[in-house]
């Protein structure tokens, strides 16, 4: 059978631009005359479309847009349309909706098939708006009989859940016994490092145990913290790629999945992967939000000059404003390193000393902190200084700001409420600091762009006399270890220090991890690229004691 | 059967703490003798417990602690123990955990019944967590048949859901068909205005059906966001009121219910219930997250006002902080009426003026902002400039800062973010414009607490020469309507139009409440008292594009 793969990038909500886009491809892959378009899980309104779900009116334009598209149909007589849109049940009682994959074809609904396994963890809710389908079953189309399923439908393979399976019923072993003779899934499985070549593997199996072709359609772009990877594939009955998409990017492309496939799949590099996401990460929250351009604090350290390439990267130098803001405290190479990073980038820079502000506010609060010693307080004030005068920058000129603070920190409350946190949009949010590191050898790879100076000094806030990041924290070689085993691997620190870390150092992370709860609950919204970001996927209590 | 209803307040995570005001009550309340003791849902760990239930260690602990109250109840052999914890449900597929009611009695578990209906919308996540029960069965206990459920097993009435029941099965019904005598309901059920009344027509409603005497022990306290005002009640068989409960406290007490209801109901009145709510969510959240003093900026409005008293009715006068900070738009009647109002509540007041740092910032952007007008930018630097101040006494005494902004200003954006939005807490951020004066008025119902000035003067940001909100947003009444109708009755803005509602403002607000999605994304945690507030239980998408 002659597929179109429509790896798409749709606009949560934009129902009418998401159509216009389906019908776009239509028209033009119609030359390849394709029996099947096939476009992503819910292409229809984007992925995830959260609460919208549950408007009225919301679900009342996805009929009507899908009736339109019964028209075109008829437009293209040979070609059947399958794409994803929440379908309302018809029933009273239950959730009102399915998640559902539909086939249009010659001005009708030829078939649908609901989604059975609801994903409700991490940063997935699907049982708070859908109903799961009670049966499963294939569709005669053509001269195939289609196993249509779900994204999260193909991902009940006991090999992936060592632990425990989070489903009794595998969809794709009912397809594949009511004699399917090519699989189909539509996904929106968003981008974590890593996450790729476990999606290979699962779809490999079931070919291997099923020995039937897998098309797997996956919805690219960035929604919120949430980035799509794309990476559809098509594999033959023996295992064999037919074809496997790009990353990060639309692409649309006619295949047979009668042929044999030919082409070596090998994973994207895991830094590099990284580094594209975050790229696609800034350009669609901007591009769907209305930005598009952006101002970010330049602060002489890592965390900043890798923010303010990757912004490149995603929107092009002349959109991208950096201002080295400095203090008291600022060592002379901060505003030097930060200027030859623009300059190597080509981005506007600004020098905006903030020590006359800072000191207006030491003069204003002078009689109330009277015999107090300075502390921390002192530090935020100079942190929060900074954040204003971007948010100033983003008011009067319409710039968004990035905050550039980096995973590590964000976990263990290294970091400033309205100060460095402050901003649209976390780049780093999700990227631990050895992670930083390695992305910024990426960005050097062939010419030095961020400059030398910056990749070696030790990590400062320089919010205080000769501060370094290791007067407060473990070295960031071991932070990362623990934070990837307690906050990804949802070990216990029990469990750590069996690993072979400190015992003090373990607990000193979990508690501090624990503790910052509250800030990470007024961070801005951050880009996910590991199995498990703070923000939405990871829902912990504030008002709470305990101690892991 | 003689019962004590336990309505504690739990702290979240606590188990041992928990355990301890268990084994308290336990031994207090069997000089009366009763046949059983019942604690609310989940009062082991906590409602909600979040993902905490996620951690083994978290569910280890709970078995632990389980098995010493086995120990415990050997030396109360007369009394039985019920009470909500998870249960593993030992099963390798599916979720691994039971929302459980667990009846202990002389040294081990007699019965257990688990949760058939696991609310999963609104601020409920419970599909994230747990698998429903299986099964649902009457208990025999001494001399009753008990039917026990917990919390949303009761909520299945088809009166209470006019356009959609949730659930196909009822629990209730099933214990009443399986001859229960006696209906327990144990609950985290959380408050908003108006709650008690629905939730009490729904248990009377299952006793005129069923002719059984009902028991419902339901959580008290403040845990983040939720307030749960417990008011735990028995009715008997013909539906009148045994036992009720006082709101927003904790309270044990031992009842018979074998005898004849002789209390008169009456609902509490609902200006005060919010103020009771508003009390207990800020005197938990601080005594829940260590903190014992707040420190409030007071700008002559009535927010802060309002704020300020419902701090000294929650932690005391001695405990709170006011700081009134005038800037160069800061009327003369600001300074002289928060003062005024420190004084009537005996609060520490300070005015520490941001004329001085707004002007540094402005000199140190003139250079960058030279030529362009002044704009919302200076409004939000002076915003933020009192943001600072106020976290810099945060950081500085380890006050928590109260946060002041209402409901309607966040629903259509009008506060700035890391400004008047910064804070631990936010008090007032589901409670509307138009209820804020309502409940001004209840503190002034004995005396005027808060100065006549501040509650009849225009409301104003005071952020330029002139301003009132009047000059932004639609008059609050017209404003609290529209965003009733849109933000808690989910009505389309068709919909609100139809009711009289002038098109265009209707459509104002509506794009409004969606453009400040991203504010809100990093909104201090505030306290819920309406049945739909901003926060957890309202999931937008932020980089998407539609227009209700």
Redesign the interface.
């Given at each position: 059978m002659k597929i179109t793969i429509a790896q798409i990038n749709p606009?949560?909500?934009?129902?009418q631009?998401n159509l216009e886009k389906m019908v776009g491809i239509l028209s033009s892959t119609s030359k390849d005359k394709p029996d099947l378009v096939v476009f992503p899980e819910l292409s229809l309104v984007?992925y995830?479309?959260?609460?919208?779900l549950?408007?009225?009116?919301?679900i009342q334009k996805t009929k009507t847009s899908l009736q339109k598209l019964f028209k075109i149909s008829n437009d293209y007589p040979d070609i059947g349309i399958l794409l994803g849109a929440p379908l309302s049940t018809g029933k009273?009682?239950?959730?009102?909706l399915y998640n559902s994959a539909v086939l249009i074809y010659q001005g009708k609904i030829l078939a649908t098939q609901h989604k059975s396994l609801l994903p409700?963890?991490d940063v997935f809710?699907e049982?708070?708006y859908f109903a799961p389908a009670s049966e499963i079953h294939t569709i005669k189309f053509k001269d195939e009989i289609l196993g249509i399923s779900i994204c999260e439908d193909a991902w009940n393979d006991p090999e992936l859940w060592p632990?425990?399976?989070?489903?009794?019923f595998d969809p794709i072993a009912q397809l594949a016994k009511d004699k399917a003779t090519l699989m189909i899934n539509i996904s929106s499985s968003p981008f974590f490092m890593g996450k790729e070549e476990i999606r290979y593997k699962l779809i490999e199996n079931h070919v291997k145990k099923h020995k039937v072709p897998f098309v797997f359609v996956n919805q690219v772009g960035?929604?919120?913290e949430l980035i799509f990877d794309g990476r559809s594939l098509c594999l033959d009955k023996e295992g064999e790629s037919i074809a496997v998409f790009p990353c990060f990017k639309e692409h649309i492309q006619t295949i047979d999945t009668s042929v044999r496939g030919k082409i070596k799949y090998a994973p994207q590099d895991k830094v590099e992967s990284v580094y594209e996401a975050l790229v696609l990460g800034i350009y669609?929250?901007m591009r769907?939000?209305g930005f598009s351009k952006v101002v970010i604090g330049l602060s002489g350290g890592i965390d900043s000059a890798l923010t303010c390439c990757l912004a490149v990267s995603a929107i092009g130098k002349q959109n991208v404003l950096g201002i080295c803001m400095p203090s008291p405290y600022s060592s002379e190479g901060s505003i030097k390193d930060s200027k030859k990073l623009a300059q190597n980038l080509g981005v506007d820079f600004?020098v905006?000393?903030?020590s006359?502000?800072y000191?207006?506010?030491l003069?204003?609060?002078k009689t109330?902190?009277k015999g107090?010693l300075p502390?921390?307080?002192e530090e935020?004030?100079q942190a929060?200084?900074r954040?204003?005068?971007l948010?100033?920058?983003s008011?009067?000129l319409g710039h968004l700001v990035l905050s550039t603070g980096n995973k590590s920190e964000l976990a263990v409350g290294y970091c400033t409420?309205?100060g460095d946190m402050?901003g649209?949009l976390g780049v780093l949010t999700d990227v631990p600091k050895t992670l930083v590191y390695k992305l910024a050898d990426f960005v050097n790879r062939k010419s030095e762009i961020i400059p030398q100076e910056i990749v070696v000094k030790p990590p400062s806030a320089e919010l205080k006399p000769n501060q370094t990041d290791q007067d407060t924290l473990p070295p960031y070689d071991v932070l990362d270890q623990i934070l990837q085993c307690f906050v990804e691997e949802?070990k216990?620190p029990?469990e750590i220090v069996k690993l072979g870390f400190d015992r003090k150092m373990v607990q000193w992370v979990a508690n501090a991890v624990d503790r910052s709860e509250?800030k990470r609950?007024?961070?801005?919204?951050g880009l996910k690229v590991t199995s498990k970001a703070f923000g939405?996927g990871?829902?912990?209590?504030?008002?709470?004691?305990?101690e892991?």
């Open positions: 606009i949560v909500g934009d129902i631009g984007g995830p479309p959260k609460d919208l549950e408007r009225e009116w919301f009273d009682t239950g959730k009102g409700t963890y809710d049982s708070r632990k425990r399976k989070f489903y009794a960035g929604n919120d669609d929250y769907k939000s600004r905006i000393p903030i006359g502000i000191h207006s506010y003069e204003t609060l109330d902190f107090k502390d921390v307080t935020n004030i929060r200084i954040g204003n005068i948010m100033a920058f008011n009067k409420l309205y402050a649209g949802v216990s029990e509250y609950k007024q961070a801005t919204l939405v990871r829902r912990m209590p504030i008002a709470a004691k305990f892991e």
